[in-house]
């Protein structure tokens, strides 16, 4: 557990894309869609660590196509700020109060599914995940149940890592009924170049230096 509950440490703390649209996401539309996006993400890191655990050898084909993971990540994350920079509109009522969204189930399920691709389709998330599993793979086969220490050890840093996101979104929540129209025009525009620079990043990076990879 306290493997489990280091490594959440160190995933959940890890500064990326995927904060700043957790924040973005329950800022601009509330905690309902704050949740759901959570709920995308966490379901698409449990993906890949089942993926990892029991199907390696796919795991390993996916990497081969890190360059590919990485393009159409970064052409995601791009199109995500472009949208929230220049088209994200604010609402307010006749009172100059931020109107709350409706959102209908198809809404939610194009929120959840956004939130299981920033994640998924983010090639360093990948690494994170091969990388940890190899080690803790390794560090099971001294276990009297290597699954049993496994399963505990993902299933503590998977928890803790879906709590503080959960967190994240309360905290935004909250924020969110203090601020002005101006002032979430101005988190919008941060917001959008935020994450077309972690586009940006991610496709330089992957583009200059993927060859390094190993």
Not at 3 to 26: C, D, E, R, T, Y
Not at 143 to 161: D, E, H, K, M, S
Request: with cysteine; proline share 2%; hydrophobic share 55%.
């Amino acid at each position: 557990m306290i493997k489990g509950l280091v490594l959440g440490v160190f995933l959940a703390i890890s500064v990326g894309p995927v904060i700043f649209a957790i924040l973005k996401q329950s800022i601009n539309n509330g905690h309902k869609a704050g949740y759901v996006f959570v709920a995308g993400i966490s379901v698409s890191d449990i993906a890949l660590v089942l993926i990892c655990n029991f199907f390696t050898t796919l795991f390993q084909q996916a990497l081969t196509h890190k360059t590919v993971i990485a393009v159409a990540g970064s052409i995601f994350l791009v199109a995500l700020g472009v949208y929230t920079l220049f088209f994200k509109k604010v609402k307010t009522d006749e009172d100059n109060n931020i109107v709350v969204k409706k959102f209908r189930k198809r809404d939610y399920l194009a929120i959840f599914l956004s939130g299981f691709f920033i994640n998924v389709l983010n090639p360093g998330v990948f690494l994170f995940w091969f990388a940890w599993t190899a080690a803790i793979l390794a560090d099971s086969q001294t276990a009297p149940n290597p699954l049993q220490y496994r399963a505990i050890v993902f299933g503590t840093c998977l928890l803790f890592v879906l709590l503080t996101d959960i967190a994240k979104v309360a905290l935004a929540s909250r924020l969110r009924s203090k601020l002005t129209k101006h002032n979430l025009v101005n988190i919008n525009r941060i917001s959008g170049l935020i994450l077309i620079g972690f586009g940006i990043a991610l496709a330089w990076g992957i583009l200059s230096y993927g060859d390094q990879i190993k």
